[in-house]
Structure formats: C-alpha cells, structure tokens
C-alpha cells in the first residue's frame, strides 16, 4: 500500500489529534494508512502535569454537616475547579499525545460529571484518570468502574440510594445516555434498575465506594424480561450483553470521527459487531473506525465542525501564536466547552449546536485575538512569520483549512496575513 | 418600478445582504412608523419544575401526605383563591396577582409522557406528539406569517439554546446580552452561505444570520442605548431579563424573547435549590415588568413559563422528588386576564410510575397565544385556546 500524501496525512492527523501539527504531518506521509493507525493506537506517552492540591472528601463531608459552612464548600469548589480545569487545559496544549487527551475527552464527555453538582474537585481528578486508564482499553471495565466511581456517585445521586427510596437519577441516564438509548426499555425497567443500585454509597473518611449491604434491595427483580435478585454489577452485565450498548458507542464514534450528518445504520451495526466481538475493545473499535472508507471518503472532509478545543488548542498547536495573556478555561468556557462542567448529563451536544450565533462571535474573537499582530513582515520581521514552515500559498490553505476557503485571500502578500486570513475563514471552523 | 422588480429595488437600495438570504427590511417598511409588536418572553425552566411546590394545592391532602418533608405548609403559602397558593419565595409577583395580570395554567403536559430530560423538551420545543420527531421549534408554524427579520434572540450565559426559535426559516439570535455581542459584531463580515459540506452550510449560514441581525442591533443600540430604569438581581436571570428589557425600549423588533432559569432538576434538598430558582424567577419578573410599565410597554408583553416537565407526587428519600409528567405555568402580561386555569391533576390517580395525568394539553397554550394573542390561524386547532388573554 501507498504512503500517505499530504492531505491524507492530514486528515488523520487532524481527526485524530488537536490541530494539524507539521511535524507529525510530515511523519506520518512516510507511513501507509495502516501503519500510521497502528501508530496512533500504540505509541501513548500519559506525563501528566503536577495534580493541583484539592480538599478532601471527608472535609466536604464535615462542611456540609453544618450549615453556616455549607457556602464555603460552594466557595472551594470554585476555586478548585478552576484549578482541575487549568491542570487539564495547560496538559491539552502541552501533550505528546494528542489522540490519548481526544479520547480521554469523548469518554469524559460519555460520562459527564459536572463541578457545580458534584462540588468535589479531586473526585472528578480521580475520574479524569479512570478515564485515561482505560481510554483505549476495555469498555465493559471501564462501565463497571464509572458506576462506582465516587463522582458519579455524586452526580447522579448514587449515593443517597437506599432500598426505601430508590433514586432513579443513575438508573436512568445508564439506559438512556450510556448504554442502550431511549426507546430501548421502559420506565419500569429503569425503576428495576435503580433497585439493583441501592446501597451503593461513599466512605464519608475515605470518599471511595462502599457497599451498604442493609441499604441494599434484596428482592427479586424484573430487568429487561430477566428475573432475578439482581446487584448493580448483574444490571450492566446485562447491559453489556445488549446490542444496543455497542451500538450507542458506535453511534458516537461515527460523530466524533466521521461527519456530524446521520450515520448509515449498515455502518454502525458492523462497528458493534466489531466492537462485541472484541468484548468491547476500544483499540479494536476505533482501528476499525479509521480504517473505514467512511473515514477517508473525500465528501467527508470538512464535514466535523470544531469543537471550542479543537479550535483553540488545535490553533495553538499548529501555529506558533501566543497564549501567554489568555485563560484558555475561561475562554472554553465562554465557547460552550467548560471541562469538568458539562452542561448537562447528556454532555456537550457537538455538531452544529457547537455553532450558535454566540459561540460564533466568540469563536471568531478569539481566533482574531490569537492572531492579531503586526503582518508587516518587511518593516517588523515577525516571530509567527519566521516559524511558519516555507511553503507557497497554496500548500499553506491545503495545511490550515480542510475544504476551500469561503473568502478571498488577502491581495497583499506575507505568510503571516495569508495565515490569519486562513484561520479567520469560516472553513477554519470546520474539519 | 416599470424596468426593476421588487427584489432589484430592494438590493439597489441596499436592503439586502451579500447573501441574498432574509432581507434587513425594518419594521417601518413592514407595518408603518408606530405600529407596535407583541412579544412573547418565554422563561424556560430547565431541568423540570416542580409545579406542586410553585402553585401550591394547600387545601390538597394527599399533597401534605406524599410530601412529609418538603411541602409548602400551608401557614407560609401565599394564597392565591381557596384551594391554591404561591410558593412564599415568589411573593415579588404578589402584586401582579392582585391588580388580575397573572395567570396560572395547572395540570400542563401531554399524553404518553416521556420522563427524560432531553426528549421531552424537545417535544416541549417542537410541539410533536410524543412518537413524532420534528426538527424545527413551534414558533416556525406562526412566526413567519406576520414577521419578516428578526424572530427572536435567546440569551443566557454560556450558551444560550434557540429551542422553540430553533429553524432555518426562522432569524433568530443567542447571546449573553447586548454589550458582549455588540463588542464582538464589527469584526464580522457576511458571508455567502456554503453547502460544501453540511457542516460549513450550517457555519456560514449562522454567519450571515449574525451579520443581519448584527446590523440591527447595532444601529438601534450601538450608540448610548436606553438602560432598563429598575434594578434587576444579580442573577443569571436577572441579567437576562434586563437585558430584554433593554433591547424592547431600544425598539429592537423581536417577536420572541427566551430566558432561562436553571436548577430545578431537583432530586435531592429540593427546598433549597427550588426555593432559589423560584426567587431567581419571581425577582427578575417582577423587576422586568415594572421596567416595560415605565416604558409603556407592559400592554405589550406576554410572559410564559415552560419547562421539560413536572415532578411525581411524592418526594423521595433524598428530599427530592423525581422526573414527572403535568406542572403549572405562569402567564403574566398587561392584557392578560388573571386567574387560575386548567384543574388541579388528582392525585389520587396517579400512574405505575406514581404520576398524576395531565390535564391541559401544553399545545393548547401555543395555540393560546398564535390565535388570541398574535391574531393568527392556530396551528394546533385540535387542542381549544384558554381565555387568559
């Protein structure tokens, strides 16, 4: 098989990491589409940045107990967050390994767990790691674990559900959002399920999962036509047997990887396939994914809208601006993709409701921020003009942009102007 | 106009865009100078208001029996008639209440109720049926008929979502408020839209949809715009409100205008958290409608509540109660005739998941104000209007 060509190159590098780095677009036009995929799935390197301090658990826990202090833990919470959301930020921009932090990131946002509910910074630092752990590995591990994790616990009110009163929060987002989806069980099936999980709760010392054996449901119950005396753990075990679990990932690889119009159902069914197979192998699904003709078909490049991070970061990754003055948290957030704080439990939409006419204007503020400056390059011989790579103009809108430009380039010359005109581009925004 | 069609005139005398799309004519051209808009201020309550702690059945006793904990007792509700009540954190509204500006809608939902958050507003937001998937927002089948331009402007902070304005027939803006999106409109430039991929369409479309109404906004308040002339809460919603207060008295043309109150999700320390947003909401009302009474406009408002969905009659464990079906809704406005519609849903009947049934059909209220207030046909004929205006 061929070496990949520039635009090739490209695409893979763009979709599967942050921005359309040089450096690894040159690399990889030295491999075969096979071998650059193979690439990407083995070669991870996870240095993370120094964890910031974060309260613990059992402080929280004595905080809420008295109410006078009850708006400190709110106080703490903030602050904390916005140093969890730094950490993650700086670690985006900064990493090897960018298809490690777009992973971590599509199950970071399967599995949402928002600051503002949860209140808990270093539970959701925990969560974050679970999540590096096993962003390539096993899916069915990972469900498992999500389910005891203490943030989720929070999130979904996990941890106040006892056999009296069962609380469906957990139960049903579990069938709706993370496994199976709506139309693929009933309401009584989800109130089964939330039985299965009473008793799962949090050391008030330690913050980690326990089992309250006398919080538990012991009764038989009904789940998905099975009978039972189930636990929480038989509940995703049959979820993991369901073909629709499979199919919800599938669903949203497709988005994530291909294009944000609907996926051909054929597709998807033969991704679960590949998926279930596996026994959920993550690696094995996502080969599958970018080895698709799907992935590489011409009329879908372009076809992604960029995420707030994508844009952003992808832009500081690519070009040699400066974010030194910048929040980029901040300005994430403004953009729609506050991490750590999703806006709700379905997580970040994606797609086109990445577009509003507000997140528009600030998308383009920013861009037109990040590349503001002087583009003179003949009176101010400019650091961004000199550390753009040598190449014609041509060369420089096929590297920046992912289909033909909307606007007319700039008449004057210079790399630097061609290369803000490019990123200012409506077509910048998409991928 | 012998040699020039309408359309040439039009781009000769430059009421029209780069794109060719929706034309920028203004509402004088439309209606003559003076002529007045009726506007619609949805309030989206997100995340499921708990309608039976907002108006309260105090003279209900299951209500006191399924809710041990968490119940409005009946000393602190602000009583409304016999039966019903306000929650105490809303006594801002009071007035309106008792000069007949206030209108409550009970028991609103539809048949075959889904309890997920997601699924149900948007059903809430296209008006489908419960198996009927529809992709443009209710206001597609009445806006345009009477309204060219702008439809209408969501605003929140964050990210604003255009939910019932949400369609390609329909120019409609999000945006935190006016001072950020004017800050930011001049450094953008209309674009022809694209249909490279769906993808870029969708960009370039909203592109030039911003530039259109970009145009609009800052000519009206571009330059030392009227300030609102009460104070607002420091809140989210708050500053929403104040923000549409201003835009109104600065005579942008907008039909609809959506805001949104977070936080009624409340499955657990429901008190609290509901408490708070039904403050939130009745401070930024009431501070909303004495700023348009100033400005003359109250006559020519019409606030509406909505949210995904209700909550079950009973409380939890947490003391919270979880995702239900029917909930009340808040109509307020100059012209509207206060009182208490719809009936109080039984809770004596309530369904295998222990909620009650719905007993007005949310459709009829959209129908409500497409024929009674905005004067035109009523899309959803099949549910009849309510007389609250």
């Given amino acids: 098989m061929s070496k990949l060509s520039f635009t090739d190159a490209r695409h893979l590098v763009t979709r599967t990491g942050l921005g359309a780095e040089w450096e690894t677009i040159e690399r990889f036009q030295q491999l075969t589409r096979q071998q650059a995929i193979a690439h990407l799935l083995q070669n991870r390197d996870n240095q993370l940045p120094r964890t910031p301090s974060m309260s613990p658990w059992s402080r929280t826990v004595s905080l809420m107990g008295n109410m006078r202090r009850k708006k400190m833990v709110k106080r703490i919470s903030r602050v904390e967050g916005k140093k969890l959301q730094d950490w993650w930020v700086k670690h985006l921009v900064d990493t090897r390994s960018p298809f490690l932090e777009r992973m971590t990131l599509f199950w970071h946002n399967h599995f949402p767990s928002s600051i503002q509910k949860t209140q808990q910074a270093s539970m959701l630092h925990q969560q974050n790691l679970l999540f590096r752990k096993h962003a390539f590995g096993n899916f069915g591990e990972m469900l498992h674990r999500v389910a005891k994790d203490p943030a989720m616990l929070v999130y979904l009110d996990g941890y106040v559900s006892t056999k009296e009163e069962p609380n469906e929060n957990f139960s049903r987002e579990l069938l709706e959002l993370f496994t199976l989806g709506l139309g693929n069980y009933s309401e009584a099936d989800m109130r089964e399920a939330s039985r299965a999980f009473t008793g799962w709760g949090l050391d008030n010392r330690t913050g980690q999962f326990v089992n309250r054996a006398q919080d538990h449901d012991n009764d038989s119950k009904t789940f998905l036509g099975k009978r039972g005396n189930f636990k929480g753990e038989d509940i995703i075990n049959i979820l993991l047997k369901h073909p629709k679990t499979a199919e919800t990932i599938a669903t949203k690889m497709w988005h994530e990887f291909i294009t944000l119009s609907p996926p051909k159902p054929a597709v998807i069914k033969q991704w679960a396939q590949v998926f279930r197979g596996s026994n959920y192998n993550i690696s094995t699904l996502l080969s599958a994914v970018l080895n698709s003709p799907d992935f590489w078909a011409k009329h879908n490049r372009g076809a992604l809208i960029k995420s707030p991070i994508d844009l952003t970061i992808g832009t500081l990754r690519t070009l040699p601006y400066s974010s030194a003055h910048t929040d980029l948290a901040h300005n994430l957030n403004i953009m729609g993709q506050a991490v750590f704080a999703h806006p709700s439990v379905k997580g970040w939409d994606g797609g086109t409701s990445w577009i509003s006419t507000q997140s528009l204007l600030r998308r383009n503020s920013m861009m037109n921020n990040l590349t503001k400056g002087n583009l003179n390059e003949h009176k101010y011989k400019g650091r961004v003009a000199q550390q753009l790579p040598d190449i014609k103009p041509t060369h420089m809108r096929d590297w920046l942009l992912a289909i033909a430009p909307l606007q007319t380039p700039p008449k004057k010359p210079g790399k630097q102007r061609l290369a803000r005109a490019l990123v200012l581009d409506p077509a910048y925004q998409v991928n | ?389």
């Fill in chain 2, 1 to 389: 106009m012998s040699k020039m069609n309408r359309r040439d005139f039009l781009k000769y005398a430059g009421f029209i865009t780069a794109a060719g799309a929706a034309p920028l004519l203004t509402p004088e051209l439309l209606w003559g100078a003076g002529s007045r808009q009726r506007i619609v201020v949805l309030v989206e309550l997100k995340g499921g208001n708990d309608g039976f702690n907002t108006l309260v059945p105090f003279k209900d006793e299951l209500y006191y029996k399924y809710r041990p904990r968490i119940a409005i007792q009946q000393r602190q509700v602000l009583s409304l008639n016999d039966e019903m009540g306000l929650h105490p954190r809303m006594k801002a509204l009071m007035p309106l209440w008792n000069s007949g500006q206030m209108a409550w809608v009970q028991g609103v939902g539809y048949p075959h109720p889904i309890l997920s958050h997601f699924r149900s507003m948007d059903i809430w937001d296209s008006a489908s049926n419960t198996n009927q998937y529809l992709e443009d927002g209710w206001l597609t089948q009445v806006l345009p008929r009477f309204k060219q331009g702008l439809h209408g402007v969501a605003l929140n902070k964050g990210q604003a979502e255009l939910g019932p304005l949400q369609s390609p027939q329909l120019n409609a803006v999000t945006m935190q408020d006016p001072r950020n999106f004017l800050s930011q409109i001049r450094r953008i430039h209309d674009v022809t839209p694209s249909r490279a991929t769906p993808a870029i369409a969708h960009v370039s479309q909203i592109q030039h949809q911003l530039f259109s109404a970009g145009k609009q906004i800052a000519t009206k308040m571009g330059k030392s715009p009227k300030r609102a002339g009460v104070g607002f809460s420091k809140g989210v919603l708050g500053h929403s409100l104040e923000s549409v207060a201003e835009m109104i008295i600065n005579g942008i043309d907008a039909p609809v205008y959506k805001v949104t109150q977070d936080g009624f999700d409340t499955h657990s320390g429901q008190r609290g958290a509901q408490d708070n947003g039904l403050y939130q909401l009745a401070n930024g009302l009431a501070s909303f409608q004495k700023s348009m009474q100033h400005a003359g406009r109250w006559d020519d408002i019409l606030v509406m509540t909505y949210s995904e969905f209700g909550r079950r009659a009973k409380e939890n464990r947490g003391g919270g109660t979880d995702h239900g079906t029917a909930s009340s809704q808040l109509i307020l406005g100059g012209k509207v005739k206060g009182g208490i519609y719809g009936k109080h849903p039984d809770f004596s009947k309530l369904d295998a998941n222990g909620n009650v049934q719905h007993t007005t059909d949310f459709r009829a209220i959209y129908g409500t104000l497409a024929q009674r207030w905005w004067g035109q046909k009523n899309p959803w004929a099949g549910h009849s209007t309510l007389p609250f205006v």
